[in-house]
Nanobody, 126 residues
Framework: QVQLVESGGGLVQAGGSLRLSCAAS????????MGWFRQAPGKEREFVAA????????AYADSVKGRFTISSDNAKNTVNLEMNSLKPEDTAAYYC???????????????????WGRGTQVTVSS
């Protein structure tokens, strides 16, 4: 059984930085794609970034491109999201997710992912 546990959320001022981590356990993830999503109150869950365990191919939402960086540490089975130049509109619960089906196109929809963590809250004050 796959387990994903997020950490690193918190309160930060606009312009600041946070680093989120997702610890994955329970399977060999070499063929998986790992993603980060976020959900603000009253809004749908939206794609933030994704990375393939094998090859380290990445994808980003336009709203975070150039500010956020996703990376993976295969030896530790962790996926990180480095968030810089944070804005109040980045405030949301952030979720780690795993897609077990190898795909030709990076998955950007929640329905593409099979496993989810419980989330970690990020709050950016103005």
């Amino acid at each position: 059984q796959v387990q994903l546990v997020e950490s690193g959320g918190g309160l930060v001022q606009a312009g600041g930085s946070l680093r989120l981590s997702c610890a994955a356990s329970g399977r060999t993830f070499s063929t998986y794609t790992m993603g980060w999503f976020r959900q603000a109150p009253g809004k749908e869950r939206e794609f933030v970034a994704a990375i393939t365990w094998r090859g380290g191919i990445t994808a980003y939402a336009d709203s975070v491109k150039g500010r956020f960086t996703i990376s993976s540490d295969n030896a530790k089975n962790t996926v990180n999201l480095e968030m810089n130049s944070l804005k109040p509109e980045d405030t949301a619960a952030y979720y780690c997710a795993a897609d077990k089906t190898p795909a030709l196109v990076m998955p950007r929809l929640p329905v593409h992912y099979d496993y989810w963590g419980r989330g970690t809250q990020v709050t950016v004050s103005s």
